[in-house]
Each structure stands twice: as structure tokens, then as C-alpha cells.
């Protein structure tokens, strides 16, 4: 008999930590990392129609329609590498999705196992997200509080860091206003499901890890 796969979702406000985290966690626990910021990114990358179209909205900040995203992360979860589970960053971020996600994991045979909730203030959100840099291969590096070990190179692959488009602070601002406007209400969705729990995201990135493997592992 098939083991039940175990799903998990990072949620928070942007700059949070949930990517720095998700990979971590999904590594521990033998999962998937499945971020939808990523799987957008690469597809702009790619040149696809969908990254074209993501790309309209990722760079003024504004969520991506329900409709494109549930359906590309439709996919990704039905791929062979997701059977034992996945840890989801980034998805879901409003209730359509959410309930889109609950019936697709419903016909999977599994549920969402757990929601860490990373609370951070805003004004630590600006700092982080003005100080991120990122790898291509999604690598993601603070310039004073996750330096890489030689200023804007890639630790794993020596290739150069970049800013992402959306983290310069006026669209910082407008995300974290989405945030609060339309997936803020899944921190009630989910803690009336009882699977919802707040970590302090303000600590340091090993003791966020330690607090969330925790429960994960409880
Ligand atoms: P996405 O890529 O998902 O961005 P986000 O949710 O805004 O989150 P971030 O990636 O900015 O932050 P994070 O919480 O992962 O923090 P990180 O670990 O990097 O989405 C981008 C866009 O894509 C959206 O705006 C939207 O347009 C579209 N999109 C994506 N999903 C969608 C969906 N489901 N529906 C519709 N549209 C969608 O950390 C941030 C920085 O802080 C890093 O530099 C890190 O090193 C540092 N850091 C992390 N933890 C700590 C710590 N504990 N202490 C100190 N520094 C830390």
C-alpha cells in the first residue's frame, strides 16, 4: 500500500522567508518544493506564454489569475516526484485557490497536513526583500543576513546573484498590500481547519527551521 504523502504550505507576507525555508524543510522531510514564484520565473525565463503573462502581472506586484495558477500547479503536483508530497510556497494565495487546492489533493487521496503561518512585521519584510539576491537556479541569498560567500556569486555554481523586478520598494509596498488584501484571509481559512501555526519569522533563519520542523515532525 501507498504511504499517505504529507503536504505542507508556507504562508506569510511576502519577504517572510517561506522560499528560504520551504527548500530547507522539503530537503529535511524527503518532499517536493513547489513554488509558484519559481515555476513563473522559470517560465519567463523559458520564453512561454505563460511566463509572458505571469510576467504582466508579477511586475507590478499583482497576484497572477487563479485560473492560470491552479491550473499550472495542477500539473507540477501530478508529476511523478510529488507522490510522497510536496511543500508549497507561494500557493495558495487567495480562498479560490485554496479551495481549488483542497479538491485537487481531495482526488490525490491527501489533504494539507500543515500550515506554518511565518509572522513578520512589515517593516522587516522592506529590509529583507531590498537586501535579497537570488541565483537563477532560485537560490536565494540576504547581502547582510545570508551573504553568499563572495559578494553577488552563486555559493553552488559560481554564476552571478541578481535583484528580482518586484522587490524594488514601490512594488514591494503594492505586494505587501495584496498580501493583506487577498491571502491574509487564509490564516482564518486554515486555522479553522486546525492545521494553521504561527512561527516567529523574526528569528534567525536556523532557529525558524528548528521551530517549524518541530511541528512538522510532531
Ligand atoms: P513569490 O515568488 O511567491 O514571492 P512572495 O510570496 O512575494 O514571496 P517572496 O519570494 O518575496 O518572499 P519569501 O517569503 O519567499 O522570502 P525569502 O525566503 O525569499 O511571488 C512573486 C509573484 O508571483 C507574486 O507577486 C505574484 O505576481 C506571482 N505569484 C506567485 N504565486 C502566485 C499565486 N499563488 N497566485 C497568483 N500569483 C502568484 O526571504 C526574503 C529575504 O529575507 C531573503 O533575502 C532571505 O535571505 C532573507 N531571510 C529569510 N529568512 C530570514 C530570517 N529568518 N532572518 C533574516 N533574513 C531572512
Known sequence: MNEKATYIVMLGPPGAGK?????????????VHVSTGDLFRENLSNETELG?????????GEL??????????????????????????????????AEA??????????????????????????ERLSGRWMSKSGRVYHALYNPPKVRWIDDVDG????QREDDKPETVA???DVYYEQTSP??????????????????????VTEDILKVAKA
Open 19 to 31: 522560499g528560504t525555508q520551504a527548500k530547507i524543510i522539503a530537503e529535511e522531510l524527503g518532499l
Open 52 to 60: 509572458k503573462l505571469a510576467a504582466s502581472f508579477m511586475t507590478k
Open 64 to 97: 497572477v489569475p487563479d485560473d492560470v495558477t491552479i491550473a499550472m500547479v495542477e500539473e507540477r503536483l501530478g508529476r511523478e516526484d510529488c507522490q510522497k508530497g510536496a511543500v508549497l510556497d507561494g500557493f495558495p494565495r487567495t480562498p479560490a485557490q
Open 101 to 126: 487546492l483542497a479538491a485537487l489533493l481531495e482526488r490525490f487521496g491527501g489533504q494539507v497536513d500543515l500550515v506554518p503561518f511565518i509572522k513578520v512585521p512589515n517593516e522587516t519584510l522592506i
Open 159 to 162: 554564476t552571478e546573484l541578481y
Open 174 to 176: 503594492h505586494r505587501i
Open 186 to 207: 487564509l490564516i482564518e481559512y486554515y486555522l479553522s481547519d486546525g492545521i494553521l501555526v504561527e512561527i516567529d519569522g523574526t528569528q534567525e533563519i536556523d532557529k
